[in-house]
């Protein structure tokens, strides 16, 4: 046995963060994993998607047990992409963490700062303008486009019209409430879905699409007026 590996594995007591660093490091190198060896960040995406889906549904489960395992699992993937970072040079885990604590830190100015804030709303109304600020995002076009395309296209559907309200910009289509209640909700989608299932639409894709092609063209009339 690799004496680094030895030496992990016959550690006493609890392992750590950087433990698991080491862990990875260690399948990393030239003595380590042949499969871990050729993964990229690339290769690896999907299951950093994986795992936060399998972390959120330990939360609607209401359990511990699994939370703590799949929180582990995510924490894996983090320190993967950090490891594959710090080989090529760009970023490291520390750096991550840097600049993660700093945007905390920046958006409480109510807790790290003179601000005072006494509700919930003013304290989301704030972090958004502080991420605008900070991210550079002036016009409600470049808000909008900020908004990951990778999210699920429904969940991206209720951002953007969130944010497309706020931002008093034209919506391509009229809100339709027509329904009762969730449940009444959940139908309709769920028409919807097999309707485009009949006629052989990816409803995914469409969503997603459409909702680019929008986006696209709120930035495209800002670029035109400018």
């Not at 998607?49 to 995510?74: K, N, V």
């Amino acid at each position: 046995m690799n004496p680094e590996a030895k030496k992990i594995a016959e550690k006493k007591g609890k392992y750590t963060v950087d433990d698991l660093r080491a862990v990875m490091r260690l399948l990393r190198s030239p003595e380590g994993c042949p499969w871990d060896r050729e993964q990229t960040h690339e290769s690896i995406r999907k299951n950093l998607i994986e795992e936060a889906y399998e972390a959120a549904e330990a939360i609607d489960l209401s359990s511990p047990e699994m939370l703590r395992e799949e929180l582990g699992d995510l924490l894996l993937q983090v320190v993967y992409h950090t490891c594959m970072a710090e080989e090529e040079g760009t970023f490291s885990f520390e750096d991550a963490a840097d600049e993660v604590t700093r945007k905390m830190i920046s958006r409480h100015p109510h807790i790290f700062g003179e601000l005072t804030l006494s509700t919930s709303a003013e304290v989301s109304e704030m972090w958004e303008k502080v991420k605008a600020e900070t991210k550079h995002r002036e016009t409600p076009g470049e808000v909008l486009d900020a908004v990951a395309k990778t999210l699920p296209a429904l969940m991206r559907a209720e951002k953007i019209a969130k944010k497309a309200k706020k931002a008093s910009v034209p919506f391509p289509v009229e809100p339709d409430a027509s329904f009762e209640d969730a449940d009444g909700l959940a139908r309709r989608l769920l028409a919807l879905a097999a309707g485009a299932q009949e006629k052989g639409i990816d409803a995914e894709e469409a969503l997603s699409s459409y909702l680019t092609r929008y986006t696209d063209t709120v930035l495209e009339n800002e670029k035109n007026r400018n």
